[in-house]
């Protein structure tokens, strides 16, 4: 089992000195990814519900701040050695391919190799419109295409591309990434949709616990949801135990003491939490991604969390 870390892109704790700080931490710690989201701007006046929240409010409306990700990560590059740097995940559609697929390349190339690129489709449909993309509607199919040109242009000498949405030829696209054939891709999301493309497109699925349209923030619901998977997987001539899983849950209680038997998943002594993660390691799951940001945003805090994990439950497990 890997862990990972979500690492904030605005708020307080969003200053280079702070984000320097927790990533080196977490790599000092013995983690093996940090993440950050992907928003270019916040709207003012936002309609789109949120998918991760109950009353699908998104957490960002009220600061308006949003650093953008794939600069954050480069930075983070340079703070760190050894932790891999995930979008998490990167919304295909903000960004012209060409150039997304440059900038992710070149991140790779500074990083040594230890990018890892999560993609989504995006929720809010305006942002969409101030960025002036595609329908907001089309924009699963824009997704799929921009990483089939995504693919093209990372792998191939002479790339070429022929879309709907984005077309390509006689140019150069160098550097090519590090990891070959290109930096892993995971599909965030818990939908149909989201499934179809990670057996598709993708090598790992990134699925969140907490969003209650298709909740997972339980080991059954999770495998339902694998279950679905490995549908699709054989639907692509696919086997099901080569797509990574990852699970990232913003639960996180140790306490002093055990819990009763009605306690939520990762919530208890340290024995507690890391019997969880086994019953999620024998589920298949290969890196669970803690979002200790939903629980505090005081440095000294985060930081202690991530200590506490990682020196008290992680031996256990």
């Given amino acids: 089992m890997k862990y990972g870390f979500t690492l904030p892109g605005r708020g307080q704790l969003a200053t280079p000195e702070r984000l320097g700080i927790i990533a080196r931490k977490g790599e000092e710690f013995g983690f093996d990814t940090l993440l950050t989201g992907d928003h ?15 009353g ?32 998490s995940v990167l919304i295909v559609p903000h960004r012209n391919p060409l150039i997304a697929a440059k900038s992710l390349a070149t991140l790779d190339v ?13 929720w809010m449909r305006e942002e969409f419109q101030a960025l002036g993309l595609p329908p907001f509607e089309e924009r699963g199919a824009v997704t799929d295409e921009y990483i089939r040109a995504f693919k093209v242009l990372w792998t191939e000498d002479d ?19 590090v990891q070959k054939p290109h930096p892993p891709i995971w599909v965030g999301g818990e939908s149909r949709p989201a499934l179809r493309r990670t057996a598709e497109l993708a090598d790992g699925w990134y699925p969140l616990g907490s969003n209650p349209t298709f909740p997972m923030g339980t080991p059954e619901q999770l495998q339902a949801g694998l279950d679905r998977l490995a549908q699709y997987a054989q639907r692509f001539s696919r086997d099901p135990s080569t797509i990574e899983t990852i699970y990232r849950t913003h639960q996180f209680e140790l306490k002093k003491e055990a819990q009763g038997s009605d306690r939520l ?35 000294d805090s985060m930081l202690g969390l991530m200590e506490d994990f990682a020196q008290q439950v992680w031996p256990k497990v």
């Fill in 40 to 54: 270019i701007l916040v709207p003012k006046n936002i309609s789109s519900v949120y998918p991760y929240t109950e």
């Fill in 110 to 122: 500074l990083s040594g190799g230890r990018l890892v690129v999560g993609v989504g489709v995006g």
């Fill in 56 to 87: 699908g409010e998104f957490p960002g409306s009220g600061s308006g701040e949003s650093m953008e990700q794939i600069t954050l990560l480069s930075y983070i590059a340079g703070q760190t050695s050894k932790i891999r740097l995930v979008t």
């Fill in 265 to 299: 998943p990762f919530v208890g002594d340290a024995d507690q939490i890391a019997g969880d993660i086994r019953q999620y390691q024998d589920m298949g799951v290969t890196s669970m991604i803690w979002d200790f940001l939903r629980q505090t945003d005081d440095l």
């Fill in 159 to 177: 790339p070429r591309f022929d879309g709907k949405y984005i077309s390509f030829d006689d140019i150069s696209f160098l550097p090519k990434p």
